[in-house]
C-alpha cells in the first residue's frame, strides 16, 4: 500500500509541476507577445470595421454616380446636350471606376453626334489605350477606327482593327467591315471582296452587317476579278 500511496503521491506531484511549468510558459509567452496579440486582434477588429465602412460608401458612391448617369441619359433625350455634358464631364473624374468609362463613351458619342469626330476619336482612343476592362476598350477601338476611316493612315486604322478581326473575336464582323473599307480606300478590291464574304458568309454576323457586306461584295468583287 505504501508503494502505492507513493505511487500516487509521486504522480500527483509530477502532475502539479506539469501544471505550474505550463502555467508559467503561459505567462512568459503573455509578458513577450501578450501586446502583439492585443494589437493583432485590434488591428482585425478594426480592419473588418473598416472594411464594413468601405462597402457602405461604395455602395452610396455607386448609387450616386448612376442616379447623375441617369440624369445625363434624361437630359440628352430632352435635347439638353450641354447640360448632359456638364454631367458626364463631372462624372469622368469623380464617378466610380465603370461609370467613368461609361460617361466618356457617352460624351464620345455626343461629340460624334454633333459633328465633332475628331474629339470623339480623341476620347476613343484614350478609352482604348486605358485600364478600363477589355470590352470598353474594344469599342472603343472599333468606334475610334470607324471615325479614322476617311482622314487617318489607312496603316494606323488597320493597326486598331485587325486585332478583333481574329475569328475568335466577337468583334470580328464589324472589325472585319472596317478592313474592307480601308481595302476599298487603298484600290485593293480582292482583299476587300475576300473580307466582304466573310462577313456575308457569317451565321453569327448581324443580319443588317452581312447584308450590307453582301451589298459591298456585290460592288467590289467585279472589280476584283476584272
Sequence with gaps: ????????????LIK??????RQ?????????YGNLIIGASV????????????KAWDARQRQHSSAQFSEAARLVEQGKRDQAAAILGKLMVDGTSGYRVLSELKLADLKQDAGDTVSAAAIYEKIAAGSADATYRDVARLKAAYLKLDGADPA???????????????????????????????????????LYRKIADDQAAPQGLRARAAEML?????????
Design 1 to 12: 500500500m505504501t508503494t502505492q500511496n507513493d505511487d500516487a503521491a509521486t504522480e500527483l
Design 16 to 21: 502539479e509541476v506539469d501544471e505550474d511549468l
Design 24 to 32: 508559467e510558459k503561459l505567462e512568459t509567452l503573455w509578458k513577450t
Design 43 to 54: 488591428a482585425l477588429v478594426l480592419g473588418v470595421a473598416g472594411f464594413q465602412g468601405w
Design 156 to 194: 494606323a486604322v488597320e493597326k486598331m482593327a485587325e486585332p478583333l478581326a481574329v475569328e475568335s473575336s466577337p468583334w470580328r464582323h464589324s472589325a472585319r467591315e472596317i478592313l474592307a473599307l480601308v481595302a476599298v480606300r487603298r484600290g485593293d478590291a480582292a482583299k476587300a471582296a475576300d
Design 218 to 226: 456585290a460592288a467590289v468583287g467585279g472589280r476584283a476579278k476584272g
